[in-house]
């Protein structure tokens, strides 16, 4: 009954039942970009600008754990069942990192560009990730180097397995799911675009849903795992049904 939300270096939690907010905490004094919390529900893990993993205790706020793992950004976070973070770096690299910071990050996946989301499936005995363009700024201009704008799947138990690539996006590709039967990821881009990747069988081709253009942010199953909730850039919130690919719901929301 949480919501996480993150910006500059400030972390806050809300009440999904009064909408009222719960704590706000300094996590870092650098930009925050991902925020996960545990599947007990009582840590948050927050990747920031500066390359720290921050651990919060989900009740009060406060600072439980903050650990540099890396000189860029950390980007995409999510966290396994049995209580490690999967990061993901700037320079095209997914982490598991233990919550004790022992032994050292170990790396599953590797992309060529900045993995800009993860996600791990119910069991924990696979992980996603979605990688996007490096991206340089001069004088205030954005300029992209590139990167390979894939969906990888990582597939084993404690560290040790392999990696496969399910295809591409046009564009970053910003947030990723699994359904909660465990057998589909969904995937959403820049483009809006957002892809149904078929896990029980190799090679299948995705399932398309075609959104209103503005980049997908965010997404998030039914428990059924039949409608799929996608959030857009531009406020726009369309709930879809995913047998048919057709939209059920369009909310218009703040930008």
Request: aromatic share 6%; proline share 4%; hydrophobic share 40%.
């Amino acid at each position: 009954r949480t919501v996480v939300t993150g910006g500059w270096g400030v972390v806050k939690a809300w009440d999904t039942a009064t909408g009222e907010e719960r704590w706000s905490t300094l996590a870092s004094l650098d930009y925050t970009y991902g925020a996960a919390c545990s599947r007990r529900g009582d840590r948050i893990a927050v990747t920031t600008r500066d390359g720290h993993l921050v651990t919060l205790d989900a009740a009060t706020g406060a600072i439980l754990r903050s650990r540099r793992l890396f000189t860029g950004r950390l980007l995409g976070v999510d966290w396994t069942p049995d209580g490690q973070v999967v990061v993901g770096t700037e320079d095209g690299r997914t982490l598991l990192v233990s919550a004790t910071g022992e032994p050292s990050p170990r790396e599953l996946i590797e992309h060529e560009g900045p993995v800009a989301s993860v996600a791990v499936d119910l069991a924990g005995r696979r992980i996603a990730s979605g990688s996007g363009d490096q991206a340089i700024w001069d004088r205030g201009a954005r300029s992209s180097l590139g990167g390979d704008h894939s969906v990888r799947l990582w597939r084993g138990e404690r560290g040790q397995g392999t990696s496969r690539i399910l295809g591409e996006h046009v564009g970053t590709v910003h947030t990723l799911a699994f359904s909660l039967s465990d057998d589909r990821l969904a995937s959403g881009a820049e483009d809006g675009a957002v892809a149904i990747w078929p896990l029980t069988e190799i090679g299948a081709d995705p399932v398309w849903l075609r959104g209103p253009g503005s980049p997908a942010r965010a997404l998030v199953w039914s428990a059924d795992s039949r409608r799929l909730i996608v959030a857009h850039h531009n406020g726009l919130v369309m709930v879809w049904d995913t047998a048919e690919g057709a939209p059920l719901l369009v909310l218009d929301g703040p930008e």
